[in-house]
């Protein structure tokens, strides 16, 4: 199976900051990678999708990169709503395993 | 609009069974894949089984192969997952979600617990 590693873990930035988020896959994976947003009591949210595309009626401070094992999910500009937890999914092959969450705080 | 509205959830201790269902409404059901996904209180998100648009492609995460079996009714819009032989880190809130690859509609979700 394919692991998915999201790292930091969790963040804490000021409104306004630049958030990156990395998600690396064991094994190429091509651009068949998903983020999603999950605010607290909530259902999960799809954000981007193949890698780098934004979902409809996304913000477009949310953006996606990378190909293959190495991916970034970056938040240009903090707001106060982004505050969730965020997850990779790789759906490249069965089964799509979801990296382990970056929760990002407000500072 | 797309809905989909899971039932089925409940206690059961170890050992026991449970069916999940799916209710779809508001899209052509049978012409996508499903999903069922879950997620542990307090815990990440883990794909769980999903299941091609006429029922002939079926696949699971290990953890629950020859345990969970995943079916749909098209003529009823409806999603299942049959649970046995459940065991405590079954416990979670399971969704249901529309789609192959990236999952852009999901249930509300219903909460499974798995305790003696």
Known sequence: DIQMT????????SVGDRVTI?????????????WYQQKPGKVPKLLIYAASTLQSGVPSRFSGSGSGTDFTLTISSLQPEDVATYY???????????????????? | EVQLVESGGGLDQPGGSLRLSCAASGFSFS???MNWVRQAPGKGLEWVANINEDGSEKYYVDSVKGRFTISRDNAKNS??????????????????ARGWGYLLYWGQGTLVTVSS
């Open chain 1, 6 to 13: 999201q790292s930091p873990s969790s963040l804490s930035a």
């Open chain 2, 79 to 96: 999603l299942y997952l049959q649970m046995n032989s459940l065991r405590a880190e079954d416990t979670a809130v399971y969704y249901c």
């Open chain 2, 31 to 33: 012409n996508y894949w």
């Open chain 1, 22 to 34: 990395t998600c690396r896959a064991s094994q190429g994976i091509s651009n068949f990678l998903a």
């Open chain 1, 88 to 107: 990779c999914q790789n759906y490249n092959s069965a089964p799509w395993t979801f990296g382990q969450g970056t929760k990002v705080e407000a500072k």
